[in-house]
């Protein structure tokens, strides 16, 4: 790995966190591991698309943004 100076004007960014997707067992995929979570800025349901702002539901494991009524509909296809 080369050496940077500090203070040097180009300097390298750390790679990008890339969230896990959803582990597989035996070939067979694994639902969506829902928990509840409280959104500051709306965020857009990956369901129906309509923003979810406030109380909503997140996926543990690809981050996957829904309503908690949507949360019902998901499944993996």
Not at 48 to 57: E, F
Request: aromatic content about 10%.
């Amino acid at each position: 790995m080369p050496w940077n100076c500090p203070w040097s004007q180009e300097r390298q960014r750390p790679p990008a966190a890339i969230p896990p997707l959803h582990y597989e067992k035996e070939g067979v995929a694994q639902a969506h591991a829902f928990r509840s979570k409280s959104f500051r800025k709306p965020q857009p349901c990956h369901w129906c698309h309509q923003p979810v702002a406030g109380q909503g539901s997140c996926c543990r494991v690809c981050k996957y943004v829904c309503h908690t009524s949507c949360e019902n509909m998901v499944s993996l296809d």
